[in-house]
């Protein structure tokens, strides 16, 4: 089992910044694959990023490209999402998840309890 705890999101209004975080805890040594995913009201869950745990290759999707980093402090055993320039679109409640394989946008088995992010117009 990997535990994950989502923290940091909140109110933003837009054009603002807000820094994800995702502890994991647990078997964290199986972790491969690390990513966020988001879920706005009325819509369906959407990938947003990846990074391969050990690597630290990344992949987010274009919607966010250039404004979103991902990241992960190894030591820490914690991801992170930097969202920069934020849009009202960008509403949605956060989920880390994470995976002893190789992922991408689908097949996680681990999932945190996901944090709000709110941004205002």
């Known amino acids: 089992q990997v535990p994950l705890v989502e923290s940091g999101g909140g109110l933003v209004q837009a054009g603002g910044s807000l820094r994800l975080s995702c502890a994991a805890s647990?078997?964290?040594?199986?972790?491969?694959?690390m990513a966020w995913f988001r879920q706005a009201p009325g819509k369906e869950r959407e990938f947003v990023a990846v990074?391969?745990?050990?690597?630290?290759?990344?992949y987010v999707i274009d919607s966010v490209k250039g404004r979103f980093t991902i990241s992960r402090d190894i030591a820490k055993r914690t991801l992170y999402l930097q969202m920069n320039s934020l849009k009202v679109e960008d509403t949605a409640v956060y989920y880390c998840?994470?995976?002893?394989?190789?992922?991408?946008?689908?097949?996680?088995?681990?999932w945190g309890q996901g944090t709000q992010v709110t941004v205002s117009s």
């Open positions: 998840a994470a995976d002893g394989s190789y992922r991408v946008q689908a097949g996680y088995d681990y």
């Open positions: 647990g078997r964290t040594f199986s972790i491969y694959s």
């Open positions: 990074i391969n745990w050990s690597g630290g290759t990344t």
